[in-house]
């Protein structure tokens, strides 16, 4: 009898240790310290070899109903030579983890967008929007000010604009009045890029409302519903849009530089908020839906740092 589709171990991102391998892994070896990237790829098929390894024809995602998550003692890795990762000795595991997902995802959709503005632009003070600071936001955030000269950040919990402007961000609360703030501190025209974050229709409207003639709109946000999409205010805005979820392993070099960095100048102290105990699991996702905690690492083995 099939399992119910509730039925899987969750989690996505995971760093540990090669316990086995199967006979087609050439690349890693028992032993071998090892990061994951949140869905396997093939790396050989259409889509691998032309930088989209998110949509590998041949890749299943952690934590569904079709490949069991990390968050467990043991992880099934499909594809590990094209899954894997080695993991770079100086980084320590609570920020290698953010490599699986998180970090990639929030500095994809800064990659995206200033890949999307003209050269001409960057002669010029830049200005982004990261909308939504949560942990991928803040890595958005984080990826911005590498980029852009002024960037702001969009929530509605204090916490996190709080966490945003240490990381140098314009905090604005979310409010009504937001769209309006932004546009002051922008010449009245609106910044060039937007990062949406969040992936819901309010946020996309916010974001098109914001975004300046001619800029950019860089959505990682896992939109399931409908957008509003008016097409005279597309025309009109000369607005670029780009969806979808972030190929990690395209951009984790890049990424594992950017973060390696970042540790250095100390902006990931604190970033994962706690680290605790497999087994106590189920208390800090209630405590995360409350918005009472960040980034968590959870240690299915004592020798995590
Ligand atoms: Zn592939």
């Given at each position: 009898m099939p399992f119910p589709a509730w039925d899987f171990i969750v989690g996505h991102e995971v760093v540990g240790f090669v316990h086995e391998v199967g006979?087609?892994?050439?690349?890693f070896k028992v032993g071998d310290r090892v990061v994951s990237a949140f869905v396997s790829s093939c790396r050989e098929c259409f889509f691998c070899v032309r930088g989209l390894t998110c949509r590998c024809e041949n890749s299943l995602t952690f934590g569904t109903p079709g490949l069991d998550g990390t968050q467990a003692e043991y992880a099934r890795i499909p594809l590990a030579d094209g899954t894997l990762f080695p993991a770079p000795?100086?980084?320590k595991d609570q920020h290698l983890?953010?490599?699986?997902d998180i970090f990639p995802t929030g500095y994809s959709t800064v990659w995206h967008a200033w890949k999307f503005?003209?050269?001409?632009?960057?002669?010029f003070p830049t200005s982004a929007v990261v909308l939504g600071c949560g942990p991928v936001g803040l890595c958005g955030v984080l990826s911005a000010k590498q980029k852009f000269t002024k960037v702001f950040a969009v929530d509605s919990v204090q916490a996190r604009l709080d966490q945003a402007a240490r990381y140098g961000a314009i905090p604005i609360l979310l409010n009504a009045n937001t769209a309006a703030a932004i546009r002051a501190q922008t010449d009245?025209?609106?910044?060039?890029?937007?990062?949406?974050?969040?992936?819901a229709p309010d946020a996309f409207d916010l974001a098109l409302d914001i975004v300046r003639v001619g800029g950019v709109i860089a959505s990682c946000g896992l939109h399931t519903s409908t957008l509003h999409m008016p097409g005279l205010k597309l025309y009109q805005k000369n607005v670029a849009l780009k969806f979808g979820r972030t190929s990690v392993i395209d951009l984790y070099d890049e990424c594992v530089e950017l973060l390696r960095k970042l540790v250095k100048e100390g902006k990931?102290?604190?970033?994962?908020e706690a680290s605790v105990r497999l087994s106590n699991a189920p208390e800090y996702y209630d405590l995360f839906d409350k918005r009472e905690i960040g980034k968590t690492l959870f240690q299915a083995v004592s020798s995590l740092n």
């Open positions: 006979p087609d892994v050439k690349k000795a100086d980084l983890v953010l490599l699986g503005l003209p050269e001409e632009v960057k002669q009245g025209r609106g910044p060039d890029a937007v990062m949406e974050i969040v992936g990931m102290d604190g970033f994962v």
